[in-house]
């Protein structure tokens, strides 16, 4: 595997999509410290029980995946680049580079990973990366990269550091290591989809043109048309 080797986890089962969890979230809050105290959806992870402000708050901060991983081949560290893996629009547009993490995760019941509050959250990138929820219940979402070749019938060793609780709502959990191409990663999906829409409208064309050979429809008579009728308007 020829460099960057993307490193992504797999969860299957989590609903991101969810109505009450998309919507647990404050984008002003996310943006701009002067909207500090805007929580109106954030509920339950909105407020401390002393009423003190969560930020990032809402659930979607709050679940944030946890795990962690490390690689070696042959007994040598790999380093893991985890720059540069959120899109450049949402660090520069949706997540201040003034907002800090404040009383995050600080209540009884830990969701997921505890935030840096020395690092603003545009430069939280697993935190950005997470926060663009899913549209499926079994998603990827990246965790790093791997700058360095992978040869042929090496062997990896992965530490897995389990932290993320998928027990709760029967979820798995999977790691996967890909390369991509100058149009993207590998996705069965969208070549399955594409070649069934695909072949679900040829099939309909050639329907319809044997049906059309086979028995034409008649051509409407323009004579019966109301002003071909009544050419000075009149009935």
Known sequence: MEGPVHIYYELDNFYQNHRRYVKSRSDKQLRSKASETETTNCAPEATTSDGSVIVPCGLIAWSLFNDTYSFAVNSKIIEVNKKNIAWLSDKEHKFGSDVYPKNFQMGGLIGGAKLNASIPLSEQEDLIVWMRTAALPRFRKLYGR????????????????????????????????????????????????????????????????????????????PSYLSWNRNPDGHY
């Not at 969208?190 to 050979?213: P, R």
Request: aromatic fraction near 12%.
């Open 146 to 221: 791997i700058e360095t070749d992978l040869a042929a019938n090496e062997q990896i060793t992965v530490t897995i550091q389990n932290n993320y609780n998928t027990y709760s709502f029967e979820g798995k959990k999977n790691l996967v290591l890909s390369t991509t191409s100058w149009i993207g990663g590998k996705n069965d999906f969208l070549g399955t989809a594409y070649l069934t829409v695909g072949s679900l409208c040829l099939f309909l064309a050639m329907g319809f043109i044997i049906l059309y050979l086979l028995k034409p429809r008649t051509l409407g008579d």
